[in-house]
């Protein structure tokens, strides 16, 4: 039973794309992660992406990105912008927390500050089941941090799990009797889930699990990727202040330096599968069942080779950029790429893109709406990083607003 573990960045494309190869990154957090979608193998995979898909159409991307995120963007800054001060990581949550709700299906019924509160709480103590393998606790510690999932994943249950499926549930049994068209069921994961046109085998449990996965998968990684983002913005921008008014008006450069830091800043630092069969890797190793493959997705970025000599660096004017990858492997590949990487990371430019009509993806449209009302880091709080797991992590990130 050993570890092998793969950095290079050929290599670890070619092994994320091997068929033969079942996830295993998120054992630990199986309260929440059990049979979700990135935990499926094989034909259980396949079918369960083909019936999900149907929410990942690129009119919904941009329908998203144009109309929904804009004004839940200004709204959450308001007060902050009002206030003078707040945290990048905090306004994250508070303004990703909407649209992964609305996108995984779970109905804000109050729509109160109170209910957006408990959903981030809700989602920070979820952050723990894609994190727990690579927390650095001990035992005991951990098995609290699996209780408070578990403890999570009841209340999500009974206070917005249990009444979407009810509200969607009357809404279908509309449907199916011809009282109302498809155009008024909702458009999201859970309807899809209990939907279920491709008859799969879904019994409740296993739609709450998956539900509560989107509304995680769509939210904590985009709020960590944008915290690393705008440390890396402001720290251009102390390099070089002549950047900042760059920054503001050039939304394509704003976009290319977001994907340059998702390059450096992995959400997840490693994948990790195992072997179905004994089989040769394209390193060269031989893998038998019991073993750990770990792809390292963060060295694989900061390969030479493929990206320049100074690959550790942030440096958004780098040429040596592979075809359609400046972001890396970042989003995965394979059979398990990421289903969110059009909304997360936009379109990639072309020499004609008009960036008026250009779909910039919520990471860029968060930091543009950041510099657009003056963001800078806090002078007086430093910003904080979390050690307490192997992922990169800021726990707040301080800033002003100074216009
Ligand atoms: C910066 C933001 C994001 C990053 C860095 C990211 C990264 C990743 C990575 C690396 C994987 C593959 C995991 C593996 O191979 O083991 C993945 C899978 C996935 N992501 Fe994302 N993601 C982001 C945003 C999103 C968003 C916004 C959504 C949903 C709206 C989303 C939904 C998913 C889903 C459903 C999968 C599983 C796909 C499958 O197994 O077939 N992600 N993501």
Known sequence: MSTITVTGYKEAQQTLSLPDLTQALYDEGAALMSDVLVNLHGEDHKSRRALEMKVFRRDFFSYYEKEVLPPVVEETLRQFVAEGKGDVVEIGYRAMIGLTADFAGIDRLQRTSEETADLVRLLRVFGNAATVGQFKGTPQETEELKQLIVDG????????????????????????????????????????????????????????????????????????????????????????????????????????????????????????????????????????????????????????????????????????????????ITFGVGVHTCLGKNLAAGDLPTPNTDPETHQLGTVTLLARAFLAHGARPDPSQKAEQDLSTERETWLSYPIVFAK
Do not use: W
Not at 155 to 169: I, L, Q, W, Y
Not at 239 to 258: G, I, S, T
């Open 153 to 328: 994943m009841r209340e999500f249950d009974e206070r917005f799990f249990g009444p979407s499926v009810a509200r969607r549930e009357a809404l279908l049994a509309k449907f199916k009797n011809g009282e109302i068209g498809e155009d008024a069921l909702p458009r999201d994961i859970l309807t899809l889930l209990l939907r279920n046109e491709l008859n799969l085998e879904l019994p409740r449990e296993r739609i709450l699990r998956e539900t509560a996965f989107y509304f995680l998968a769509g939210a904590h990684t985009s709020i960590h990727s944008l915290s690393h983002a705008m440390h890396e913005i402001f720290t251009l921008c102390e390099r070089n202040p002549a950047e900042r008014e760059r920054l503001e008006k050039d939304v394509l450069f704003l976009q290319r330096c977001v994907h340059e830091s998702f390059r450096l800043h992995p959400s997840s630092p490693v994948s990790k599968r195992k072997a179905v069969c004994p089989m040769s890797l394209p390193t060269g190793d031989a893998a038998t069942t019991s073993d750990t493959i770990v792809i390292d997705l963060y060295q694989a970025n900061r390969q030479t080779e493929v990206f320049g000599e100074d690959a550790k660096s942030f440096n958004p004017y780098r040429t040596k950029i592979p075809s359609r990858m400046p972001y890396g």
